[in-house]
């Protein structure tokens, strides 16, 4: 069984152990470190199998799996930090973007087994989209062991390390572009006579829908785009492009490379 330790105990580390003990996988120990003792103290009472510490001591560091849940600002600072505790057996995995493997191994003077995973929100049920990257250096075994645990979060595409901050902002945030939306038809639908659970179904098979049709039905998007004549907030879609431009780029520019 494997050993798991966590640096940093923010939303990201709560998401991957909601997801952990929804298919019930308990590895021999699963440790938090994080300096913030109330963050602990949260964490300690929502999953009461862990272990906390608010230090960085050898129990964190010297896990099979170590994951890095960390700002890109303090990931330099942190790696530096555990250097002297990591064993060579260890797979570090970094959430953060922007600091690739190559300016990681700079500071741990190549160490091997480093992978960069891009979680998803969506992983809390078991249903993310986590993109993950490796090392050259990893070998197969470590591969195969840290897919097996990442499997659990949902769907674990291997990718080229230069698409992780892509995946970032389509995939990890893309969530939060939809999630106001959806959440505002479903009140409006109640408004309008529906009930609690019509109105959770009609949005989510509605939205599952229009997602195949667009990609799946054989037609070109302009196709899709006419199958519907009565067109609400047509005269605004191009303003909502001009946010999803501006914005998005402007993010990817910031966490890229």
């Not at 479903?186 to 006579?193: F, I, Q, S």
């Not at 990609?215 to 998007?221: E, I």
Request: hydrophobic share 40%; glycine share 4%; aromatic share 6%.
């Amino acid at each position: 069984m494997e050993t798991i330790g966590f640096i940093g105990g923010g939303r990201v580390t709560g998401i991957i152990l909601q997801a952990f003990e929804n298919k019930n996988f308990k590895p021999e120990r699963i440790t938090v470190c994080d300096p913030n003792l109330a963050t602990l103290q949260k964490l300690a009472e929502r999953f009461q199998d862990i272990k906390t510490e608010s230090e960085l001591t050898s129990l964190t560091v010297e896990s099979d799996v170590l994951i890095l849940a960390v700002h890109p600002p303090v990931l330099m600072e942190t790696l530096s930090k555990i250097k002297p505790l990591l064993k060579q057996g260890t797979i570090l995995v970094s959430l953060a973007p922007k600091i690739t493997i190559s300016k990681m191994n700079s500071v741990l003077n190549g160490f091997c087994s480093i992978a960069r995973l891009n979680p998803s929100a969506t992983a809390i049920i078991n249903q993310g989209i986590n993109p993950v990257t490796f090392s050259d250096e990893m070998t197969k075994e470590s591969k195969e062991q840290l897919l097996q645990i990442l499997k659990i979060l949902g769907k674990v595409p291997v990718v080229a390390e230069s698409k992780i901050e892509a995946y970032a902002v389509i995939n990890a945030m893309g969530s939060t572009y939809l999630w106001f939306q959806l959440q505002h038809l479903k009140e409006m639908a109640l408004e309008y006579g529906m009930d609690e659970q019509e109105a959770t179904e009609v949005i989510s098979d509605m939205t599952k829908s229009t997602i195949d049709t667009l990609f799946k039905s054989g037609l070109t998007p302009m196709e899709v785009f006419d199958l519907v004549p009565v067109k609400p907030l047509a005269e605004h879609e191009d303003t909502i492009r001009s946010f999803y431009t501006s914005k998005l780029n402007a993010i990817y520019e910031k966490i890229k490379p």
